[in-house]
């Protein structure tokens, strides 16, 4: 999930201004890439363009429960195919 997009001037992230998760939204004509903000509900929050290379996109990289779950039974399945 994308946690924050920046350049040296402005930035969107998560937790600011009710932001709970950050969208890739279209890459405009003239190379400028758009990213909207939603809250809880999925309304657009926040709205920035960011020129093509001129920005920075930090990942939140924690593993959700449920992947983690699932990446258990994957495992356990994979061991009984072995058998």
């Known amino acids: 999930m994308i946690e924050k997009v920046c350049n040296k001037d402005k930035a969107l992230e998560v937790g600011i201004n009710d932001v709970v ?3 890739f939204f279209k890459r405009e004509t003239g190379n400028i890439d758009m990213f909207l903000g939603k809250d809880g509900n999925s309304n657009t929050r926040a709205i ?3 020129f093509i290379g001129d920005y920075e996109i930090e990942y ?3 593993v959700a429960k449920v992947e983690d779950e699932k990446q258990k ?3 356990q399945l994979d061991l009984f195919s072995f058998m």
Do not use: L
Request: proline share 0%; hydrophobic share 25%.
């Open 21 to 23: 998760y950050i969208e």
């Open 48 to 50: 920035e363009g960011f």
């Open 60 to 62: 939140n990289r924690e």
């Open 73 to 75: 039974e994957i495992k």
